[in-house]
């Protein structure tokens, strides 16, 4: 990586001298910091870098200095899940993709290149040619999976999740009304929509069922494959 990132500081020395961009060595220290990070970096978060750096820029100057950066090739933007925008480098000729734990919200990377290749099969059987493209995969990351209590009240599951009930806390009536609206134990349910206020959202056979949070709280539910003590990475779509 160090040899990339000493070419990477030629090239911007190249392109930045040869636009007669201004202020070029705060510039440059800025592409030095941003090198120095292999993370997806928000404008706030290379603030801090800078500043903890011995650097004070103003921050519409560090704004202005990404966008150039993004311009010429030597940064890329994203924003997943319609978050802060956040930057990262980008290395001509190299590509990854990305999975987000919507716990913990690390990103982490990877590449495939019968994914990649396949991709490409599907584009062109399309007869469609792509020029660019992203894949994000949104779930729970291996540490965050191993410290989550495999017993949980609904009201904690996330979106996407598949479940099992395996219980009702609370007294009869609530009991009584969790199975008037359908739910029952060893019923698989799928979490549409859980905001942190408001009604849970489930589907249980292709029907949708609005849980109110108080109710919520009170079915016991359990990730699918703990039961058969399959704990294969996150699965997200
Ligand atoms: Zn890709
Ligand atoms: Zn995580
Ligand atoms: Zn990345």
Known sequence: MKRIHSHEKEQFKKLFRQDRVDRFEDRHRILEVFLQTENHITHSGLMQLLEADGYRLEPDFVAETLKLMCHFGFAQANRFENGELRYEHRHLGQHHDHMICTKCRKIFEFEDDALENRQRQIASANGFHILQH???????????????????????????????????????????????????????????????????????????????????????????????????????G
């Open 134 to 236: 992203k894949m994000e995969m949104y779930g729970i990351c291996a540490a965050c999976l191993a410290d989550r209590d495999q017993k949980m009240p609904l009201v904690s599951a996330k979106p996407g999740e598949t479940l099992v009930i395996t219980g009702f806390t609370g007294g009869s009536s609530a009991r009584m009304r969790l199975m008037t609206m359908g739910l029952r134990i060893g019923d698989v349910i799928e979490v549409i929509t859980n905001d942190s206020a408001g009604q849970v959202v489930v589907a249980i056979n292709y029907h949708r069922y609005a849980v109110g949070r108080g109710l919520a709280q009170k079915v016991q539910v359990e990730p699918v494959n703990a039961a058969g003590g399959d704990s294969t990475a996150a699965e997200a």
